[in-house]
Each structure stands twice: as C-alpha cells, then as structure tokens.
C-alpha cells in the first residue's frame, strides 16, 4: 500500500489509540532550553531532547511539528490512519524534568490546553491527566480537578529524577487515583544516569530498548513494593506490548518465591498475590509501538483479552501500514473489536 493511501474506517470496530502524544510548543521551547542550559546532569534527557528538541533532520523536525499540533494536522493524520479516537498524553518526560513548582505549574497549563483541544474536538479525543511527582499531595488535588475536567486517567512518564513511584512518598497519587478511578499510564522515559550509561554507549537507550527495560523495572518495582495490595483497586497500563513482562512472567513468579522465602533481600517483601497475577489483575497492556500479532496474541493469551488494547504511539511512530496489518491479524472480528474498542472504552469509561 503506497503511503498517501487512506485506511477507511472499519464498521466493525472503533479504532481507539491510546498512546498517543502531544506537547504545547512552549514546553518543548522548555526543552530545548534546558538542554542548551546544561544545567541539568540527566545523559538520558540529553540524549532523547536533545536529538528531538533541536534536531533539524526530517524526522524529530516532523515529530516536533506533530507534537505540538492538536487540530488539522493530527485530525487529518487519525482520517488518515481510519483511527476515531485518540486518547491524548503529554510527551515524555512530561514535567518531571523540572523543579517542584514549575512543574505543579506546567502541568496545570498543559492539562487545560489538553481541555481546551478536546472541547474543540469532542469526539475524536479524550485526555490523560498530566501530573508532577515532584510534589505528590499536589499531584493529588490536580487529579481531582482533572477528574472534573473529564480527564481519563492519569499520565506518569516512568522515573522523577532517579526516583521511583515504588517509594511511600509517591503514594499519595496512587491513594488518589485508586479513590478516584482513574488508570495511571506509566510511559517511557529515558533510564536515569545510574542505569543508562551501558546502552547509551552503543546507542540503545531508547525507544530501541532502554524505554522498556527501565519501565518494565518500574512496573516490578511497583508490584514487588506491595502497591497493589495497599490499593487493591488501583489499575494501571504500561505499553509496547507490557514492556516484555508478559514473557518473563514464569521466571518472575519462580523467582520472586524463592527469593522472598530465603530472606535474600530485606527490601523484597511477601506479596498476597504472585507477580503474574498482579498483571493479570491490575495492568493493562497496549500495542503502542508494537504491532505485532505474535506478541499480541501471546499477551491476550497469558494476561487475558480483556487486558489488551490498541495504541498507534503518534506521533513518534506514525505508520498507517500496522493499522492494516491489526485489521488483518488471524483474529475474530469479536476479538478485534474487544482491541480496538471495547478494554479502551472499559478502561478509560468512554
Ligand atoms: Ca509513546
């Protein structure tokens, strides 16, 4: 299929994406700015925007452009890709790049102009509430207040500074999120130094791969911390097909038992659940980046067809062939639908 070609839109199913990224151009200014400062000793933030922020090869010119447009440009995009909907998340590494209050601030913003963006186009998008870590109680209030808004869940791009929602001192968001009902979205961000070194040498720190091995441990670390049984009604998603967990999950479970019974670590603590279940139970995966039917339907398999979605990660990687090839997977069109259309709409209560 030659690429100008449209996909049309399907009568069988809705095509809900829903990693789909977005960032106000000032933010991205933010960027670029605190790149050129040096000021900021993060190799995993120079790395990603420093390509991405001022880069003027066609691809990040194209990613930036993308980004910061919510209206003709991605509207016409998603008719082109035959996607209806979108649920829209500030780009990593959102506002968690910046000081405590700067970032409340931005977050603020760029949460009423995602408003702002969906009243304009109400049914093409809904939002994904863009919070700080760095102040945890305050986070807290912005949820509520997005939760007002009509906001779907909540937008965590993986580590702050080094530091992981695994520590107390975060959960106030998840006590928050689990109160009011919304799924947090835990996404990629660059590893932080002390683990990005060995892949940033050779150039796999990431989307390639560092992405996934740094949030698959953040997921872990959440799951091995006893999050899900202090919040046993928290739900959270993690995408590009779950960041490999769905395959470790034999090892994990093995392991994880016979490292808690032989007292190994004194941070590893009992669980009331396996490793596995947890994902069964309380993460939901998409595709975003990943359209891969094998891989899919391995996750459908082990973690439950109504735990896996569709999610196309516009605008970072915008190609309208993998909406042709989810249509086109060995797969009942009742089992495509529940893809494309009916978790989203459970999940993100559509
Ligand atoms: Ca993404």
Redesign the pocket.
Known sequence: MADQDLIPFSDKYKRIAT???WAPEELLKMYADLYNSKTYDDPGFDSLWGFYGSSMEPRPATVRRKLADLDDERIADMDAAGIDFAIL?L??PGVQVFDRDTAVTLARDSNDMLKEAIDRHPDRYAGLCAIAPQAPELAALELERCKNLGFRGIINNSHTFGEYLSDPKFWPIFEAAEAMDMPIYL??TTPPKNMIEPMLEVGLDG?IFGFGAETGMHMLRIITAGVFDRFPKLQMII??MGEALPYWMYRLDFMHNAQVSSHRYETLKPLQKKVSDYLKEHVTITS??MAWEPAIKFAQQQIGLDRVMY?M?YP??YVKQEVTDMDNMDMSDEHKKMFYQDVATKVFKL
């Open positions: 990693e789909e990224a998340s780009t990593s996404h990629p989307a995408g590009h975003s980046g999610a990660d970072y990687q």
